[in-house]
T-cell receptor, first 111, second 113 residues
Framework: GENVEQHPSTLSVQEGDSAVIKCTYSDSASNYFPWYKQELGKGPQLIIDIRSNVGEKKDQRIAVTLNKTAKHFSLHITETQPEDSAVYFCAASKTGNQFYFGTGTSLTVIP | NAGVTQTPKFRVLKTGQSMTLLCAQDMNHEYMYWYRQDPGMGLRLIHYSVGEGTTAKGEVPDGYNVSRLKKQNFLLGLESAAPSQTSVYFC????????????FGEGSRLTVL
């Protein structure tokens, strides 16, 4: 099956700085890569996703990049705010129905 | 608008006891999933269902059973709980077809003593 690795496991940044979380996947057939944000005591929520026919996607302060050749994708958050503090999960899927998640990154934004 | 609802939210079991976690969704989604979340392990798929009456194994199915008798409900059962099943369990659902958003419940924290 697919193996998704995620780094770093914890990340602290000053408010206003950028944060980058990186993931690698093993199955070259994977073609859909979502990112989920989990706030304390809640279930994960989709924040952005990218498909393999696109190299980059942006949504306001959040962007995701994909390098199919290297089999890695990254989440970029610019101008971080305290409300960005959460656990972030990357995932990969080749069927669109079964998802393999990374181990999560706990992001802390220091005011 | 309830979305995905899990019950119970907290439960403490003794080793060997059995229990069932209930997941209910009101979005008419075909696909439903059960994940477990453990520190440093991320979210791991236990079982999933692609429609009423169907179930399939995920990455870590041992020790669990599931049933999908109604489209809106997906039950996760532990027949003989073990301490290794102490975890936070999340149910999720999604629409059929092309890749799309998983909608998660708020989780059920299970402790097995």
């Amino acid at each position: 099956g697919e193996n998704v690795e995620q780094h770093p496991s914890t990340l602290s940044v000053q408010e206003g700085d950028s944060a980058v979380i990186k993931c690698t996947y093993s199955d070259s057939a994977s073609n859909y890569f979502p990112w989920y944000k989990q706030e304390l005591g809640k279930g994960p929520q989709l924040i952005i996703d990218i498909r393999s026919n696109v190299g980059e996607k942006k949504d306001q302060r959040i962007a995701v990049t994909l390098n199919k050749t290297a089999k890695h994708f990254s989440l970029h958050i610019t101008e971080t705010q305290p409300e960005d503090s959460a656990v972030y999960f990357c995932a990969a899927s080749k069927t669109g129905n079964q998802f393999y998640f990374g181990t999560g990154t706990s992001l802390t934004v220091i005011p | 608008n309830a979305g995905v609802t899990q019950t119970p939210k907290f439960r403490v079991l003794k080793t060997g006891q059995s229990m069932t976690l209930l997941c209910a969704q009101d979005m008419n989604h075909e696909y439903m999933y059960w994940y477990r979340q453990d520190p440093g392990m991320g979210l791991r798929l236990i079982h999933y269902s692609v429609g009423e009456g169907t179930t399939a194994k995920g990455e870590v199915p041992d020790g669990y059973n599931v049933s999908r008798l109604k489209k809106q409900n997906f039950l996760l059962g532990l027949e003989s709980a073990a301490p290794s099943q102490t975890s936070v369990y999340f149910c999720a659902s999604k629409i059929t077809g092309t890749p799309g958003e998983l909608f998660f419940g708020e989780g059920s924290r299970l402790t097995v003593l």
